[in-house]
């Protein structure tokens, strides 16, 4: 039986996975959601004898019902193999009071490689079952680490051309350049002057535009989405979440069965919600600890039940969480709001229209296992700092957000579950705020040579994903203004 996935925002309108992963976003801005969360079918003995690429499959084939074995494990082992810097895919390293899932093994150095290299053969794949003619415009907005992620998976993927928005001021200096060296003839990376909810917000325009659609169509094109809001990007992540666990058990760890703590540095509320979905399968998960950088709009919704956009926007060293319109928070809200794409609307027209919402008391408590905090940026450098001094292991800057925000929870709850930190980035991404941490002195050098004093005092090797964008030349230099993204699309497909 296949498993239906359905719009936040219109319950008649249903996809299988492969349209769901071909469209993006429903329509209206609606997400799709499965109509259940499907329960894991193999004993957490067996899956903690299998390898990531295993237990990728066993988790995958429970949402992505329509596709076959063979489509699947060719997406699987196409996407997980060498272009990660280890066999592992993702490690797990206890360090301190917890363990780091490393999750930036991949080709751009982030967790958002978990998902994107699998995605672009995900798509590819859904575009034939679907009988698709239409050339795939992957539309982007990206806080620093979607986008090159995003570029890095589908650059020279024929059927698709792949379109990038960054705020052109809100990236650190690694990940600008590591977008504006992107090669490949189908790659497209634009400039905005304003903030990511600024180009999120655009992109959900041009996605919600029919009569853009009806263009595109004429001209043989259709968009789709590389962000969180695409169920091909949020599945794939549950998958590091069984990982953990199945890891956890097979090292001797845990107790099969015994709860764990997971603890997720959050701006779009996509891997959290990874996190959750893993719960819901019956990973033995308790609280999953949602951490905020002084953006604490989440912290604040986690605390009083009231979403509240209407505050400034503050630049952070952990840029990539930056946002204050977390979009997948709507999956959760709609599931709690009896998948009522109802109910669910008039909380989304009050965002819209006054910048605010405020939950159900029931909705709250069914969001009980949730628990929100966050670091100010003191805090993270101070974080960094303490791990550096007591073990030698450095941490990038949104990891350590989750550090701080796990350490608060300890000392507020006293719940000493093993737990489980996501460790989003490498320090050689956001090397300037990392170093700075742990030596205000550093700041007098430049990017480059940060890098290899990094490398000098971790001991871990710099990154290929550094080492090519040392030379290499600038090929993007298109900025425009928040209100021309479109026009900038139609520019770049000659329509
Ligand atoms: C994207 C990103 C996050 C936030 O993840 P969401 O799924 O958007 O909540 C955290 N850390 C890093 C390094 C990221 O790139």
Same mark, same amino acid.
């Given at each position: 039986m296949n498993l239906i996935y359905r719009s936040t925002r219109n319950n008649e309108e249903t996809a299988t996975a492969s349209q769901a992963i071909l469209k993006g976003l429903a329509n209206k801005g609606g997400l799709f959601v499965p109509d259940q969360i499907p329960a894991m079918d193999v004993p957490m003995a067996e899956l903690a004898k299998m390898n990531y690429q295993q237990i990728a499959y066993e988790v995958m084939k429970l949402f992505f019902t329509d596709f076959t074995e063979e489509e699947l494990k060719h997406c699987i082992n196409s996407a997980y193999d060498k272009k990660f810097d280890t066999e592992n895919i993702a490690e797990l390293v206890k360090k301190g009071d917890a363990y780091f899932l490393?999750?930036?093994?991949? @080709?751009?150095? @982030?967790?958002k490689d978990m998902a994107l290299s699998i995605l672009p053969y995900l798509l590819t794949t859904s575009a034939k079952k679907n009988g698709v003619k239409n050339e795939i415009v992957i539309l982007t907005a990206t806080s620093g680490d979607t986008g090159k992620a995003a570029l890095a998976g589908f650059a020279d993927v024929p059927g698709t051309k792949i379109i990038v928005f960054y705020p052109k001021h809100g990236v650190s200096p690694i990940q600008e350049k590591q977008m504006v060296t992107q090669r490949g003839d189908n790659t497209f990376v634009i400039g905005i002057e304003g903030n990511f909810d600024d180009a999120q917000t655009g992109v959900k325009q041009m996605f919600s535009d029919p009569e853009l659609a009806k263009e595109l169509d004429a001209a043989g094109y259709q968009f789709s989405s590389a962000n969180s809001i695409n169920i091909g990007r949020l599945i794939p992540q549950v998958a590091y979440y069984v990982y953990s666990y199945a890891t956890l058990l097979g090292r001797g760890e845990i107790e099969d069965g015994e709860k764990i703590n997971v603890v997720v540095p959050t701006g779009n509320f996509g891997n959290i919600l990874a996190a959750s979905y893993a719960k819901q399968m019956g990973i033995p998960i308790d609280r999953l600890i949602c951490a905020s950088n002084d953006n604490k709009v989440l912290f604040d919704f986690f605390t009083t039940g009231c979403y509240d956009k209407n505050r400034q926007f503050i630049l952070t060293s952990s840029p990539s969480m930056d946002i204050l319109i977390s979009s997948n928070l709507e999956r959760l809200i709609y599931q709690t709001a009896d998948r009522d794409a109802e109910k669910n609307n008039a909380f989304m027209a009050d965002l819209g229209s006054k910048g605010s919402y405020q939950i159900t008391d029931s909705m709250k408590e069914q969001m009980a296992d949730f628990y929100g905090n966050y670091a100010s940026e003191a805090e993270v450098a101070a974080t960094i700092k303490k791990m550096y001094d007591a073990c030698g292991y450095i941490m990038d800057t949104h990891t350590a957000v989750a550090a701080n925000v796990y350490e608060k929870f300890l000392a507020d709850t006293k719940d000493n579950k093993k737990a489980v930190i996501a460790s989003t980035a490498s320090p050689y991404k956001f090397t300037r705020s990392v170093m700075n941490a742990i030596d205000p002195a550093y700041d007098k050098q430049t990017d480059f040579e940060l890098v290899d004093e990094l490398e000098r005092i971790s001991g871990v090797k710099v990154p290929q994903a550094i080492e090519d964008i040392r030379s290499a030349a600038i090929l993007h230099d298109t900025v425009c203004e928040t209100e021309d993204m479109c026009k900038e699309v139609k520019k770049i497909l000659g329509i």
């Open positions: 490393e999750l930036f093994h991949g @080709a751009t150095i @982030a967790f």
